[in-house]
T-cell receptor, first 115, second 114 residues
Framework: NAGVMQNPRHLVRRRGQEARLRCSPMKGHSHVYWYRQLPEEGLKFMVYLQKENIIDESGMPKERFSAEFPKEGPSILRIQQVVRGDSAAYFC?????????????FGDGTRLSIL | AQSVTQPDIHITVSEGASLELRCNYSYGATPYLFWYVQSPGQGLQLLLKYFSGDTLVQGIKGFEAEFKRSQSSFNLRKPSVHWSDAAEYFCAVGAENQGGKLIFGQGTELSVKP
């Protein structure tokens, strides 16, 4: 009974490159959330997706960041033209239902480092 | 806007001592409240949650938390701390009208001394 799977665990990019972070939700979960954790800070909500739909992207930076959750395959968080400030841990969480009382299950995160 | 405050950035307790981690939230209606624990390099593990009903909730690993509406608090407690409890603890709030989006506090790092 696999949990939320994120890969890669660690990703190193040079400034200006693209970063792609992948997240496979728990079996039976159709709701995916992405959070960013900057050093010494808590997690900040970025985006909430269901299959083929972005439900809430209020926490996404206006430029360079995008997310998708296709009908088949994992959810992808894409960061174009990365900058040093993008260095952070990115966590994906999933839940089975669209309800505020459904606890989210988190993956182990992707640590993104920008050289 | 909803917010979560964890006043203590870092707490050190002796093994076997009791523990209380503070969490205060700001929200107009009854929120959904969660405590998560994060070990270094790992993701977040759910310790316990409060939605409604009994204001004292039991979680995993011997943790409990009490919802106090009058104080807008949801403090986490454990009667006797083990060295393996050393980790970062996050309080989070959700709400029906914000889907599943969680608002997190900044976290409290717990150190346990022998």
């Amino acid at each position: 009974n696999a949990g939320v799977m994120q890969n890669p665990r660690h990703l190193v990019r040079r400034r200006g490159q693209e970063a792609r972070l992948r997240c496979s939700p728990m079996k039976g979960h159709s709701h995916v959330y992405w959070y960013r954790q900057l050093p010494e800070e808590g997690l900040k909500f970025m985006v909430y997706l269901q299959k083929e739909n972005i439900i809430d992207e209020s926490g996404m930076p206006k430029e360079r960041f995008s997310a998708e959750f296709p009908k088949e395959g994992p959810s992808i968080l894409r960061i174009q033209q990365v900058v040093r400030g993008d260095s952070a841990a990115y966590f994906c969480a999933s839940s089975p239902l669209y309800q505020g009382d459904q606890p989210q299950h988190f993956g182990d995160g992707t640590r993104l480092s920008i050289l | 806007a909803q917010s979560v405050t964890q006043p203590d950035i870092h707490i050190t307790v002796s093994e076997g001592a009791s523990l209380e981690l503070r969490c205060n939230y700001s929200y107009g209606a009854t929120p959904y409240l969660f405590w998560y624990v994060q070990s270094p390099g790992q993701g977040l593990q759910l310790l316990l949650k409060y939605f409604s009903g009994d204001t004292l909730v039991q979680g995993i690993k011997g943790f409990e938390a009490e919802f106090k509406r009058s104080q807008s608090s949801f403090n986490l407690r454990k009667p006797s701390v083990h060295w393996s409890d050393a980790a970062e603890y996050f309080c989070a709030v959700g709400a029906e009208n914000q889907g599943g989006k969680l608002i997190f506090g900044q976290g409290t790092e717990l150190s346990v001394k022998p």
